[in-house]
């Protein structure tokens, strides 16, 4: 999270990014959308807050051509 800030007295921002995990739920009826992060309230998360990984639900399908390259 982006707590940059001026502090009192002074003319320059300063930069403070705290790493905080958000639990994650797939089910929008068990999601708080304060303290938790589902599909339905991830993008009003995503306007206010940097995230850093991809949600599980944003990823793609899998791509056929990975499992034949590994082969």
């Known amino acids: 999270m982006d707590f940059s800030h001026i502090p009192?007295?002074?003319t320059e921002l300063v930069h403070h990014i705290?790493?905080?995990e958000?639990?994650?739920v797939t089910d929008p009826a068990?999601?708080?959308h304060?303290?938790?992060l589902?599909?339905?309230c991830a993008a009003l998360w995503q306007t206010?807050?940097?995230l850093s990984?991809?949600?599980p639900w944003e990823q793609g399908p899998p791509d056929p051509t990975d499992a034949e390259r590994d082969e």
Do not use: S
Request: with cysteine; aromatic share 0%.
């Open 8 to 10: 009192p007295g002074g």
């Open 18 to 20: 705290d790493e905080v």
């Open 22 to 24: 958000i639990p994650l």
């Open 30 to 32: 068990r999601c708080a």
């Open 34 to 36: 304060d303290d938790t």
């Open 38 to 40: 589902c599909p339905e």
């Open 48 to 50: 206010e807050h940097l």
């Open 53 to 55: 990984e991809r949600l």
